[in-house]
């Protein structure tokens, strides 16, 4: 089979992509969904509408850098789930951004067009798009960490924040930089190439 153009692996790699961006959208929307309701219940229960307590029993909440687990009768403070929520937004729309770019330029090698400077914008801004994917995730943890400092634990759940780096997507990011730089010097010279002929 071969890797490039219609009928390529490259096509079908287009069409996974195709898949995972409505995927992520679903995602946003459920995210979206769910923010309004978790910004309703606060609201509700700090203007007594509702019943603060939610039931939870030894719930497990996993932000970025950092885990919850509440093990009584209590709602979730805000300290955690604002976070969490603005995490989980970072990550949705990075990977958007992320997908959009990859279905631009798996269309461009569709269509046997790999050297175009296009495609070097297109890694430019994925790079770019995983290096804030990266910082969001020190500045939710961090963010989460300043929320327990100025206010405190809350009384039913216990946080820890941790930070870690995932020498992985450091690889990934300096690896697009390199490739974004192969891919602008090749078009670059096939725009020379193409004006001598």
């Known amino acids: 089979m071969k890797i490039l153009g219609r009928g ?13 961006w409505w995927l992520l959208w679903i995602a946003a ?12 219940m606060i609201a509700g229960g700090a203007a007594g509408w509702l019943d603060s307590a ?17 093990t009584t009768h209590d709602d979730l403070a805000w300290t955690i789930g604002a976070p969490a929520l603005l995490g989980a937004a970072f990550a949705i ?27 070097a914008h297109h890694l430019r801004v994925i790079w770019i798009a995983l290096l804030a994917l990266e910082l969001s995730r020190y500045a939710v943890a961090g963010m989460i960490g300043l929320a327990m400092a100025l206010f405190g634990q809350p009384e039913t ?17 300096f690896t697009l930089m390199v490739l974004a730089e192969v891919f602008r010097v090749g078009a670059r010279m096939r725009e020379e190439q193409d004006l001598t002929i």
Not at 29 to 40: C, N, V
Not at 62 to 69: E, K, P, Y
Request: proline share 1%; glycine share 6%.
């Open 157 to 173: 759940a216990h946080v820890s924040v941790s930070l870690s780096v995932r020498l992985e997507s450091w690889f990934a990011i």
């Open 8 to 20: 390529s692996v490259a096509s079908i790699l287009k069409l996974i992509l195709d898949i995972v």
């Open 29 to 40: 929307g459920l995210l979206l969904a769910w923010a309004l309701l978790y910004g309703a």
């Open 54 to 70: 939610w039931e939870a029993s030894h719930v497990k909440i996993l932000a970025r850098g950092a885990h919850t687990s509440i």
């Open 93 to 119: 729309g990075g990977g958007l951004v992320v997908v959009d770019r990859l279905k631009r330029l798996f269309a461009n090698f569709c269509s046997d067009k790999p050297f175009l400077m296009e495609n």
